[in-house]
């Protein structure tokens, strides 16, 4: 499920399962994470919480930390616990600082853990958390803070190298000679790295929602154009490739 980060300009940030897959190395499964009824039983989730002496809602990171390490081979309960680790610390957080066993219900074939779309429940556990954090801002955050952060710090340092590198074009598309600046397609190349770092113009009296229909039917006439060039690009390259390795064939020929 993708989702966006709106930013402090308005704009918005689209984030994919890509993008957590990226950044936080998780697979992409074919298996969905579907949350269970509060009062659904499971046989998993008791005999998971019957494992530790003490109140089920007072098991902390710790506590599962030391469980699992006591499985000094490993099997089925050390992945379980290592599970229930990893997204309590860093997914699905709660209120009190206690782990959340929920996702122990969906943990029954460990050998199927791979299989799981972790990358689509990374982001539903950001939207959700996200919605109970706008109802008790006095609150604490408890969605996939590490993730935000890290896939943030990776978009500011991308869109800087970005910037950088527009910049130095648009001061190659001032140098250029004035018989190409009149060219239709230099001004929309020039038009449209402006746009990429935020200077482009903007018209007035136009809203956002008008502005984004704008951009799609742009993008559409983009698509032709670019397709268009590349079509042309290609016809003269062709050729000369063809020539090109006629010639290499008869530099060959002994």
Not at 53 to 79: A, N, Q, R
Not at 214 to 226: G, H, K, M, V, Y
Request: glycine share 6%.
């Amino acid at each position: 499920m993708p989702c966006s980060l709106l930013l402090h300009n308005g704009s918005e940030l689209r984030v994919t399962e890509e993008d957590v897959a990226l950044v936080l190395g998780f697979p992409i499964g074919g298996r969905k994470i579907v949350p269970k009824k509060k009062n659904e039983e499971c046989a998993l989730l008791e005999e998971w919480k019957g494992i530790f002496d003490k109140d089920e809602y007072k098991i902390s990171p710790s506590d599962v930390s030391t469980e699992m390490l006591s499985y000094k081979e490993g099997g089925e309960w050390f992945s379980r616990h290592f599970i229930v680790f990893v997204v309590s610390l860093l997914l699905d957080n709660t209120q009190n600082g206690y782990v959340n066993p929920m996702i122990v219900s969906h943990l029954n074939e460990v050998e199927k853990i791979k299989e799981i779309d972790w990358c689509d429940h990374v982001l539903n556990c950001l939207i959700d958390s996200k919605v109970s954090w706008e109802k008790k801002k006095d609150k604490a955050f408890t969605g996939p803070l590490l993730f935000l952060t890290e896939y943030v710090k990776r978009f500011a340092h991308k869109s800087k190298m970005l910037a950088s590198t527009v910049i130095d074009v648009l001061k190659m598309f001032e140098d250029a000679p004035k018989s190409l600046i009149e060219k239709e397609n230099f001004i929309r190349i020039q038009e449209a790295a402006k746009q990429l770092i935020g200077v482009g113009k903007r018209k007035r009296g136009v809203d956002r929602r008008e502005e984004n229909d704008a951009r799609s039917t742009q993008e559409r006439e983009d698509d032709a154009f670019w397709a268009e060039t590349i079509a042309a690009v290609e016809r003269v390259e062709n050729p000369n490739q063809k020539k090109s390795l006629y010639d290499k064939g008869i530099e060959d020929i002994p």
